[in-house]
């Protein structure tokens, strides 16, 4: 009796049956964007400038540029209006008593989704704003300068990566004491000791200048050098410092100034000396 048209029983079916069968693809694809956000460590230490201007950004952002950057080719929400939320066996629109609450799970599905996007936005900023400097560290054993120069590399410096020869050292009980949770920030990477030439090749194949910190008869003195943007900068082993088949492929060798007695310094400390050095030119231009 009410003045209104309704959607067709067995079209409104088919929408439902649509639904419910991509439904566990979605959210197959929902957990996955989930664990993928989980390990970039999206959580806790945003602080409160960066989601500001993520926020900013995401209002600048049409819908529909949001909808083609992400591929979304599926009818994302349902809504059952106010008078036609009746039971199940009386609502000619609603056709099963299961329907409704199929419906409902739909929009909070859909909030989630909206959650997602925020992240996602979030972590382009972060990833965004990290600075083309890659430290490695594969050559170094000591587990307090591993996880001093991940806390270096990302409480200050905000690098695209750290490599170590093993990843699995982020599990290390000293190492994450150490770490203040750095390295769920600051992305891992794993160069075990005979594939760093190979590591280094390939940087070199895109873009990335290679340059060792390390005292040698051609060395260049750290205040002296203009770092490229791109820089790969390796460190050498405690003792030994950088292998020799691996400073022939380099492209440079940079040194620390040092007027003391004693001309050595700890690895973490030189590590940390060189980048800021490199951060500092950044900022300069």
Not at 5 to 23: D, G, H, K, W
Not at 109 to 123: F, G, H, N
Not at 221 to 241: A, C, H, I, Q
Not at 243 to 259: F, G, K, M, N, T
Request: aromatic content about 6%.
């Amino acid at each position: 009796e009410l003045d209104f048209e309704c959607v067709p029983t067995s079209l409104m079916e088919q929408v439902i049956n649509f639904l419910n069968v991509v439904r566990e693809d979605l959210r197959s694809s929902m957990a996955k964007d989930a664990m993928a956000l989980k390990n970039e460590s999206l959580r806790m230490d945003l602080d409160a400038k960066m989601i500001e201007n993520s926020v900013n950004r995401e209002k600048k952002i049409s819908l529909k540029q949001l909808s083609e950057d992400l591929s979304w080719d599926f009818q994302r929400k349902i809504t059952v209006a106010k008078d036609e939320r009746l039971d199940a066996n009386t609502n000619p629109l609603i056709g099963e008593k299961g329907s409704l609450r199929t419906l409902l799970e739909m929009e909070n599905e859909d909030e989630l989704l909206q959650k997602l996007v925020q992240s996602r936005i979030a972590l382009r900023s972060i990833r965004a704003n990290r600075q083309q400097f890659i430290l490695v560290a594969s050559f170094l054993d000591r587990i307090p300068n591993l996880a001093g120069l991940a806390r270096t590399c990302e409480v200050v410096f905000k690098a695209t990566g750290l490599a170590v020869a093993d990843a699995n050292i982020v599990h290390d009980k000293q190492f994450q004491l150490i770490s203040v949770t750095a390295e769920k920030w600051v992305p891992i990477i794993e160069v075990p000791v005979n594939t760093v030439r190979v590591f280094l090749e390939k940087k070199k194949q895109e873009g990335f200048s290679v340059l060792g910190l390390e005292q040698t008869a051609n060395s260049i003195s750290l205040d002296r050098y203009n770092f490229p943007r791109k820089t790969v900068l390796v460190l050498g082993r405690e003792k030994e410092g950088i292998p020799v088949d691996i400073i022939h492929i380099l492209d440079a060798c940079v040194e620390i100034p040092q007027l003391g007695v004693v001309r050595s310094l700890n690895v973490h400390v030189s590590g940390a000396i060189a980048l800021w050095e490199y951060t500092r030119q950044q900022r300069s231009q």
